[in-house]
């Protein structure tokens, strides 16, 4: 069955530093991958897609095949970029349906 | 962007009750969804809601547990039937609007005792 890791539940840095989230998915084919990020006390919303190839927010992720890992980088953390990061997959023709990981909190200290 | 209204934000509930979860979209929608998220898990598709027909639900979910409906393109209600401890979760509708974007509701967080 097609699944979504995220094997950190929390990560922890401080300000100015480098920030990767992991995200390893299982699934065979060509899927659609995304991060979605959830600000405390706000809605979960769209970080980036992964057909987007664009960075936003400082963030960037890229799909890598062979590894399976769509993992997020940030050069520079900030204490705003503080919230809870969800990666997804979703698999062709699946009609916006997505798989979700488990979440990984990330708490950048000033 | 779209305005998505779920109600209630939050409720606590009697063993054996069931409750009904509204989601309202303020913009032209061409498929919604209901999402689970239990504690401390991910978040988990409940079923798609189709407009006039059956929600298509996904493994594990059951239309008598779950019970959908959509009567137009911009709404949509989840019931959770003879609720249960273990059904205690945050509940969110998703939509997906003419433009091909995705978006969620800010989720119906409930708590069965």
């Known amino acids: 069955a097609q699944r979504v890791t995220q094997p950190e539940k929390l990560l922890s840095v401080f300000k100015g530093a480098p920030v990767e989230l992991k995200c390893n998915y299982s699934?065979?084919?060509?899927?659609?991958l995304f991060w979605y990020v959830q600000y405390s006390r706000q809605r979960l919303q769209l970080l980036l897609r992964?057909?987007s190839r664009e960075s936003i927010k400082g963030f960037t992720a890229d799909l890598n095949k062979g590894e399976t890992s769509f993992h997020l980088k940030k050069p520079f953390a900030q204490e705003e970029d503080s919230a809870m990061y969800y990666c997804a997959l979703s698999l062709p023709d699946s009609s916006y349906k997505l798989i979700f990981g488990s979440g990984t909190r990330l708490l950048v200290r000033p | 962007s779209a305005v998505i209204s779920q109600k209630p934000s939050r409720d606590i509930c009697q063993r054996g009750t069931s409750l009904t979860i509204q989601c309202q979209v303020d913009s032209q929608v061409t498929m919604m969804f209901w999402y689970r998220q239990q504690p401390g898990q991910s978040l988990t598709l409940i079923a798609t809601a189709n407009q006039g027909s059956e929600a298509t639900y996904e493994s594990g979910f059951v239309i008598d547990k779950f019970p959908i409906s959509r009567p137009n393109l911009t709404f949509s209600t989840l019931t959770v039937s003879n609720m249960s401890p273990e059904d205690s979760s945050i509940y969110l509708c998703?939509?997906?609007?003419?433009?091909?974007?995705?978006?969620f509701g800010e989720g119906s967080r409930l708590t069965v005792l």
């Open positions: 699934y065979s084919g060509s899927p659609e």
């Open positions: 998703s939509v997906v609007l003419n433009t091909g974007e995705l978006f």
């Open positions: 992964h057909i």
